[in-house]
Nanobody, 123 residues
Framework: QVQLVESGGGLVQAGGSLKLSCLAS????????VGWFRQAPGKEREFVTT????????YYADSVKGRFTISRDNAKNTVYLQMNSLKPEDTAVYYC????????????????WGQGTQVTVSS
């Protein structure tokens, strides 16, 4: 079992930056691929980015490519999401999710989810 806790959300003006963290509880969490997803009010939960268990592979949604960066520190059981040049359309609850080994952009492929952290970008 892997428990995930997100932090770092908040209110920021358009053009600003935030850094989200996803802390995993399990000692073996370094063997898990981790993804970030987001859900805006009235919309489906959508893929944002994902990183392989060793950090060698990353994938991004087109909407965030060049602005967001995912990284991980397995010694700290933590995955980060650096968000720059934020836009009002980035406003959503951001969730981290984990699955064993292989990365995926499909939210249904992830077995473990955090509770989410709110990101609000004002115009």
């Amino acid at each position: 079992q892997v428990q995930l806790v997100e932090s770092g959300g908040g209110l920021v003006q358009a053009g600003g930056s935030l850094k989200l963290s996803c802390l995993a509880s399990a000692r073996t969490s370094s063997r898990f691929a981790v993804g970030w997803f987001r859900q805006a009010p009235g919309k489906e939960r959508e893929f944002v980015t994902t990183i392989s268990w060793n950090g060698a592979s990353t994938y991004y949604a087109d909407s965030v490519k060049g602005r967001f960066t995912i990284s991980r520190d397995n010694a700290k059981n933590t995955v980060y999401l650096q968000m720059n040049s934020l836009k009002p359309e980035d406003t959503a609850v951001y969730y981290c999710a984990a699955r064993f080994l292989a990365v995926s952009t499909d939210r249904d492929a992830y077995n473990y989810w955090g509770q989410g952290t709110q990101v609000t970008v004002s115009s």
